[in-house]
């Protein structure tokens, strides 16, 4: 059974930093796709960054890109999100998502196209 266990989450406040982690089980990475995504109340779950376990393609969403660096370590089968120069609009629940193989249909930031799911870390930033 694949399970995806993220931490790090809490609150901080505008320009500070948090580093959040999800930890992977049944399932080894490395020829998969892992990605952060991220849903606000009142809106729609959003890509944050997606990275290929079994190469250097990463991408970040326009609103991330430059403040957040996703990141991994394969001997631990692990997944990070660094966050820097957060904002209150960062705000939400940030969940990990993995693909079960190396390649998708569609854009990186589509919900659909990952197959597991974690429960998901508040992160809260303060103005």
Known sequence: QVQLVESGGGSV?????????????GYTIGRNFMAW???????????????Y????????SDSVKSRF????DLAKNMVYLQMDSLKPEDTAIY????????????HWSSPGI????GQGTQVTVSS
Not at 13 to 25: F, H, M
Not at 37 to 51: D, I, M, N, T, W
């Open 114 to 117: 990952y197959d597991y799911w």
């Open 95 to 106: 969940y990990c998502a993995a693909s079960s193989g190396p390649s998708f249909t569609g």
């Open 69 to 72: 660096t996703i990141s991994q």
């Open 37 to 51: 995504f991220r849903q606000a109340p009142g809106k729609e779950r959003e890509g944050v960054s997606c990275l």
């Open 53 to 60: 376990t079994g190469g250097r393609s990463v991408y970040y």
């Open 13 to 25: 406040q505008a320009g500070g930093s948090l580093r959040l982690s999800c930890s992977v089980s």
